[in-house]
């Protein structure tokens, strides 16, 4: 079955730091991959998404991502962060075939000022 | 971007009660899924639609139930409210595969 992690629980990162959070991802094929980000209340806003082509792809609010197949990684960044960045991000992967998506467990960003 | 709406935004409701969730959305997606967000587990999958009057089993689709008559909505029935289904909910929709969910505001229920 599909599966996919993220390590990180929580992330403190200081305002203007640089940001990578991981997402690794278990499956046979490469997979349709996204990212969402999820403010206090609200619900899920897309970030970006990677289904072929260029590795690495861009995304709203300065946020990127890097598909690497050697190992199944698919791990956001941004350069610089900023205090609004603090949000719980999820990565969440479909398979080829279909359109159901497995999230990962999420990771809660919090921004020090 | 899609809009999809539901309802209600907060419910309380009572052990062994029926509840019913609503979702709308406006761009006549043909596909609408039910997730249930919970600490620790992200979002995961309770039951899904590609078009109507078909609906499919997510992960966790025991003690739920979704019907599809239209394109524009998919209810989620909670057929017997149990404590173990106080969560977030949100209903999501997308055109076609592969392509982006676009996702309602959740509702928020609590089982007494």
């Known amino acids: 079955a599909q599966s996919v992690t993220q390590p990180d629980i929580h992330i403190t990162v200081s305002e203007g730091a640089s940001l990578e959070l991981r997402c690794n991802y278990s499956?046979?094929?490469?997979?349709?991959l996204f990212w969402y980000v999820q403010s206090p209340g609200q619900g899920l806003q897309l970030l970006l998404k990677?289904?072929?082509?260029?590795?690495l792809v861009q995304g709203i609010k300065g946020f990127e991502a890097e598909f690497k197949r050697s190992q199944s990684s698919f791990n956001l960044r941004k350069p610089s962060v900023h205090w609004s960045d603090a949000a719980e991000y999820f990565c969440?992967?479909?398979?080829?075939?279909?359109?159901?998506?497995?999230f990962g467990a999420g990771t809660i960003l919090r921004v020090k000022s | 971007d899609a809009e999809i709406t539901q309802s209600p935004r907060h419910k309380i409701t009572e052990t062994g009660r029926q509840v019913t969730l609503a979702c709308h959305q406006i761009?006549?997606?043909?596909?609408m899924f039910w997730y249930r967000q919970d600490l620790g587990h992200g979002l995961r999958l309770i039951h899904y639609?590609?078009?109507?009057?078909?609906?499919n089993k997510g992960e966790v689709s025991d003690g739920y139930s979704v019907s599809r008559s239209n394109t524009e909505d998919l209810p989620l029935t909670l057929e017997s409210a149990a404590s173990s289904q106080t969560s977030v909910y949100f209903c999501?929709?997308?055109?076609?595969?592969?392509?982006?969910?676009?996702f309602g505001p959740g509702t928020r229920l609590l089982v007494l």
């Open positions: 999501a929709s997308s055109s076609g595969t592969p392509e982006t969910q676009y």
């Open positions: 499956y046979g094929a490469t997979p349709y």
């Open positions: 990677y289904f072929s082509g260029d590795t």
């Open positions: 969440a992967v479909a398979p080829g075939y279909g359109n159901k998506l497995v």
């Open positions: 761009w006549n997606h043909n596909n």
């Open positions: 639609s590609y078009g109507v009057q078909d609906t």
